[in-house]
């Protein structure tokens, strides 16, 4: 494992959305107390960056990299134009090192994308669907992988919830015997597939009585929510902490991963760290974390390729849709083989477990800062 010796030069600026409610946000905190071991890191919120202006060599890392530069250019751009790009190519030019971070959640990137991207030293993405895709659109600095890390509460045994909610189902599945499909829908009903698991979870609900949808969302309310109230669903709402969202996890029978596309998906690695079968397309990036011989008990065909976020300017291509009956059928075999399987998934929450620890993912980005710093 790459065991690099602490350094004090250069300093990291770590651009993020500190206070935010977001994915990137709890990502970007994982990356910066990784980073904090080997060099010294001062955090800066996101939307403030480009009015500072530095005086010294730090090593600048922004994440997300294009949904603040989004954010400027609608804000800036129709009266000044090309305002935000050559305040972006001032500010790089007057630090060490510009480092973006951030995803693709499809299989391309859109120009204008590909051309800020290009003005970064380097890039790092989470997955080598990212990478792949980075690179097939044109960007032509170097693109790093650094995964997702699974955090320490998924490594401890399961226990009974103390949530109300979550107490309440515990005791439901124990004394009626019911089987519990995951589905998180945090935001975007089109990207995370939830007319899919409406189309999928129906089937599967006339052939067996005793399944229930349990539905996770945060804050927002999407609208395609309407449809999947109409089944046999459970809302689960609410920002939990990690130790609540493994004790979700462990209610689980199986996790519904119908994203139409997506750079990593971090529920699935979850999941399966929990020991817990999911359901998703071929095709995806999360291929790459789902252990060759469970492969044929999740993957569901993918019917047909579409865009994940229509008229999105920066995810431009497509991502995989799953067939929704096939996934049904997919859900139907995993729950009838749970017990089979057990061995299976011991095997595979071990793999993901080593493979995505927390040491693992520091040592990759470690070793990626060391390498951008060297050239």
């Not at 300093?11 to 990356?31: H, L, M, N, Q, T």
């Not at 935001?187 to 052939?207: C, M």
């Not at 309407?226 to 209610?251: C, Q, S």
Request: net charge positive; with cysteine.
């Amino acid at each position: 494992m790459f065991a690099p010796k602490p350094v004090e030069k250069p300093p990291i600026w770590y651009v993020y959305p500190i206070g935010k409610r977001v994915s990137f946000r709890y990502v970007a905190e994982d990356y910066v107390n990784m980073l904090r071991k080997y060099f010294h890191v001062q955090v800066v919120f996101e939307r403030t960056f480009l009015n500072i202006i530095p005086y010294s060599n730090p090593l600048v890392i922004i994440h997300p990299y294009f949904y603040p530069i989004d954010f400027l250019e609608h804000r800036i751009e129709s009266t000044i134009p090309d305002a935000v790009k050559k305040r972006l190519q001032y500010f790089k030019n007057r630090v060490g090192w510009m480092v973006g971070v951030d995803v693709a959640d499809s299989d391309r990137m859109g120009s204008k994308a590909v051309e800020y991207a290009n003005i970064c030293d380097a890039f790092i993405v989470n997955s080598e669907w990212s990478r792949r895709a980075y690179v097939r659109s044109g960007v032509r600095v170097p693109v790093y992988v650094v995964p997702h890390v699974l955090k320490p509460e998924f490594y401890r045994e399961p226990r009974t919830p103390t949530h109300d909610l979550l107490n309440y189902l515990y005791r439901l599945k124990k004394a009626k015997k019911v089987k519990y499909l995951l589905f998180f829908l945090w935001h975007s009903g089109w990207r995370k597939g939830s007319d899919l698991v409406y189309k999928a979870v129906k089937r599967v609900q006339k052939k067996r009585k005793d399944v229930i949808l349990l539905v996770k969302i945060a804050d927002i309310i999407d609208e395609s929510l309407g449809n999947l109230l109409k089944l046999g669903t459970i809302l689960v709402r609410g920002w939990f902490d990690t130790d609540t969202l493994v004790d979700l996890y462990d209610l689980a029978d199986v996790v519904l991963l119908f994203s139409r596309g997506g750079s990593f998906e971090l529920n699935g690695l979850e999941a399966i760290a929990r020991g817990k079968p999911i359901v998703a397309p071929k095709g995806g990036a999360w291929e790459e974390y789902i252990p060759d011989k469970c492969k044929p008990l999740f993957l569901a065909k993918a019917r047909k390729w579409v865009s994940p976020l229509p008229g999105n300017t920066i995810h431009s291509g497509l991502g995989p849709e799953i067939d929704p009956v096939d996934a049904s059928k997919k859900i139907l075999e995993l729950l009838d083989s749970l017990e089979d399987i057990k061995p299976t998934l011991e095997k595979a929450s071990k793999y993901v477990r080593e493979k995505y620890s927390y040491q693992s993912v520091e040592s990759k980005l470690i070793s990626a800062i060391h390498k951008i710093i060297e050239g």
